[in-house]
């Protein structure tokens, strides 16, 4: 098991998630391919983005169905601008790379933000650490293992 999937496992039972880490046999990197891949909605797809503010580096964790509007997550999260991080400035913040990034398992705490899209789904996949990799996680339990504060951001 890659290093990056064996932290995300730790992270998640320790919370007392035991869902199950899934390897597969290729890597997605966008949320369609995960959703093609796993047969969901797009939208059951939890990407976690790494996006740059002036106060530093956050997470965002959105829907696969729609691109963050960052003007509306500046003005929610009241920084003066959000911009989508470079893939040096995605790897430094999470030590993961673009296409597997997960939602916990970094390095240090990120602020982190959830779409509250996210909860019409019943059930949702994020990456574990490498793009080859993903678990399934209730909306609620996402947002109580990473702290997020729930927000729209399209």
Request: overall charge negative; glycine content about 10%.
């Amino acid at each position: 098991m890659h290093a990056n999937v064996q932290k995300v496992t730790a992270v998640l039972d320790e919370a007392g998630l035991h869902g199950r880490v899934r390897e597969l046999s290729q890597g997605t990197h966008t949320a369609a391919e995960a959703a093609a891949f796993l047969g969901c909605e797009i939208g059951a797809i939890a990407n976690s983005l790494i996006f740059m503010t002036e106060k530093g580096p956050i997470l965002v964790l959105a829907s696969g169905a729609h691109r963050v509007d960052t003007a509306l997550l500046a003005a929610a999260i009241g920084v003066e601008a959000v911009a989508r991080a470079t893939p040096d400035e995605v790897r430094a913040a999470t030590g993961q790379p673009i296409g597997g990034v997960a939602p916990v398992g970094h390095p240090a705490p990120l602020p982190t933000y959830l779409d509250v899209e996210l909860a019409e789904h019943g059930e949702l996949w994020a990456a574990a650490g490498i793009p080859a990799s993903v678990f399934e996680i209730s909306y609620e339990d996402l947002r109580d293992v990473t702290g997020a504060t729930e927000v729209r951001v399209a």
